[in-house]
């Protein structure tokens, strides 16, 4: 099963998709950690390239994020599915998907758009921290990690990232936003939208509820 977790930054894409893969054995692709990883532990040729866009908050050129998208997907962990988380954010990323997807006789099942306010989107980037090691998410009031500054899951360092600063969650959001009504359009019948205001469980139910074969 091929899943989408379509929302603006700071929706929850992250922390559903971890918990989602955890339940359903589905691979957690985010495009958004294979850039940091490109960019900041490996710091690669892609992650070269891909730093100044990723800085500035601005999408990564399509060629660049659909080539390492391709790739991701064929790994062995992906032949039954996965979970999409950030990718999509552009038409001709859908349209990559789709063509990538198809190649392999399979398709995009579920689409699910998790609705947040734009204010509340704010607030959850300003408060959230990130594993340095394993990019597991955390916020400093909804979802504290046990002990402060420590990932629960690996023991790693928790940081903020540099494009949650208030000036380039601006220009995230703005971006995001003009690119989010054309995938709505592009997937208009197939999308379900679910409530991402609620708590984190709230809304992995909901999910849930979406992806659960019927
Ligand atoms: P995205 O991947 O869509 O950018 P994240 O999963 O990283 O979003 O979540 C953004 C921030 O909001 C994190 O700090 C996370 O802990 C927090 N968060 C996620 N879901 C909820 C929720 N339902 N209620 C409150 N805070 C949440
Ligand atoms: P995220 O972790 O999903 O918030 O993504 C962080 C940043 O990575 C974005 O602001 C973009 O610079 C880049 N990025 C992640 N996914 C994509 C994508 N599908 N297309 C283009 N850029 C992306």
Known sequence: MYVILLGLPGAGKGTQAANLAETTGLSHITTGELFRD?????????????????????????????????????????????LFDGFPRT???????????????????????????????????????????CGAVYHEASSPPQRPGVCDRCGGELYQREDDK????????????????????????????VDGQQDIDGVG??????ISPS
Do not use: S
Not at 166 to 193: H, I
Not at 205 to 210: G, P, S
């Open 38 to 82: 490109h960019i900041y532990r490996r710091g690669t040729e892609l992650g070269r390239k891909a730093k100044p866009y990723y800085e500035a908050g601005k999408l990564v050129p399509d060629e660049l994020t659909i080539g390492m998208l391709r790739e991701r997907i064929a790994g062995p962990d992906c032949a039954l599915g996965c």
């Open 91 to 133: 038409l001709e990323q859908a349209e990559a998907l789709d063509e990538a997807l198809a190649e392999r006789g399979a398709a995009v099942d579920r689409v699910v758009y998790i609705k947040v306010a734009e204010e509340e989107l704010v607030r959850r980037l300003a408060g959230r921290w990130n594993c340095r090691q």
């Open 166 to 193: 208030p000036e380039v969650v601006r220009q995230r959001l703005e971006v995001n936003l003009r690119e989010l009504g054309k995938l709505l359009d592009y997937y208009e019948g197939r999308v379900v939208e």
């Open 205 to 210: 139910r909901e999910i849930l509820a979406v």
